[in-house]
Nanobody, 121 residues
């Protein structure tokens, strides 16, 4: 099993920046993919960004504004968010998987509990 714990959510003004981090513990040796998804009120969950060794993917709405990174030594994935918009508001979930593939556009196997990001206008 893998446990994922997010930190760094909060309230930020539009145009500002915020960073999230997610530490993985447990059976982390085989984790190939880590990433972030979000769910806004009344909307479906969507991919924010996912990363594996040598590759990353971003949701269309965050390209050029958000950056995902990973520290394998610390089993931690980060999300740096800039030029935030009110529509970026939502619960941000950290996720991880032992496989990297097209499915990461939709979901991964392991999930954190989520952290709320609120962007005020």
């Amino acid at each position: 099993q893998v446990q994922l714990v997010e930190s760094g959510g909060g309230l930020v003004q539009a145009g500002g920046s915020l960073g999230l981090s997610c530490a993985a513990s447990g059976s982390v040796l085989n984790l190939k993919a880590m990433g972030w998804y979000r769910q806004a009120p009344g909307k479906q969950r969507e991919l924010v960004a996912a990363i594996t060794s040598g590759n990353s993917v971003y949701g269309d709405s965050v390209k050029g504004r958000f950056t995902v990174s990973r520290d394998n030594a610390k089993n931690t994935v980060y999300l740096e968010m800039s030029r935030l918009k009110p529509e970026d508001t939502g619960v941000y979930y950290c996720a991880a998987d032992t496989i990297w593939g097209p499915h990461v556009e939709e979901a991964m196997h392991y999930w954190g509990k989520g952290t709320l990001v609120t962007v005020s206008s």
